[in-house]
């Protein structure tokens, strides 16, 4: 995706960023990179992250295991990958602002950002955390996603292990109380929910909620396994139908397709 003007894009292994005619402005030099977000862009050399502005510069120099975008001024790295490769996040000079404590975590999204003490693979619980590192909405959820619209998708396992997803706001209170096999991120006041079939134990067809749980977009748009919610941008939303891959707007009108 092009950000700030920007894409990045990977010729012969190594990865550079391109302009919106397509030539190079950053040529390939890196072992991966990430989108540019906030002014500055994570990218690997060799085995460590560093952070590079749009000249290609190293404003932050490789450093870190592993390091994700800028959100709302913080990025969570993880330094090494020792004693279970514990990770915090620094500000824009590169400075640990939120020491290494954490497992697993996400972006800083309307001031909150999800976060655990337990590797993914372990089964963890979930919180959220404020920009000073502490945990402001209480380790509770199975899975959590980041707040958008004011609301954040958060997952339950039920008595017999399957997910359910709801939604709460940033007190952690439950505004959609759990009942979806899978909830998207709000996005122009809607998101994508994958509706139970509690016979199959399983997914079944996305529709769309608005933020009061209301459905709005009853669910039709087919589910393939693996595939994500579908999130409305620029009024627009991708969905997969029994024809194929199509475009509908927030009337469910089809604009473009289905095409294989």
Known sequence: DFIDGLAWAKVNGLSG???????????????????????LAAVRVGSHYGYIDHSGA???EPQ????????????YVTPNYENGGLGGYIDPSGALVIPTQFAHAGPFTEGLAEA???????????????PAGEFVI???FDDAEPFSDGLAAVMLLDSTDLPQFGYINPAGEFVIEPQFFEGGDFSEGLAGVLMRDNTAQRGV?????????????????????????????????????PEGLAYINHAAEIIWGPTQ
Do not use: C, W
């Not at 655990?116 to 404020?130: A, V």
């Open 205 to 241: 067809s996305y529709g769309f909620v608005d933020t009061t749980g209301t459905i709005v977009i009853p669910a039709q748009f087919s589910y393939d396994f693996g595939s994500m919610a579908p999130v409305f941008h620029n009024g627009l939303a991708a969905v997969i139908l």
């Open 58 to 60: 190293f404003v932050i």
């Open 64 to 75: 870190f295991a592993f390091g994700a975008p800028f959100s709302e001024g913080l990025a």
């Open 17 to 39: 960023y391109i302009d919106h005619t397509g030539a190079f402005v950053i040529e390939p030099q890196f072992d991966d990179a990430y989108d540019f977000s906030e002014g």
């Open 116 to 130: 655990t003490f337990i590797r993914p693979s372990d089964s963890p619980k979930y919180g959220y955390i404020n």
């Open 138 to 140: 209480a380790v509770q």
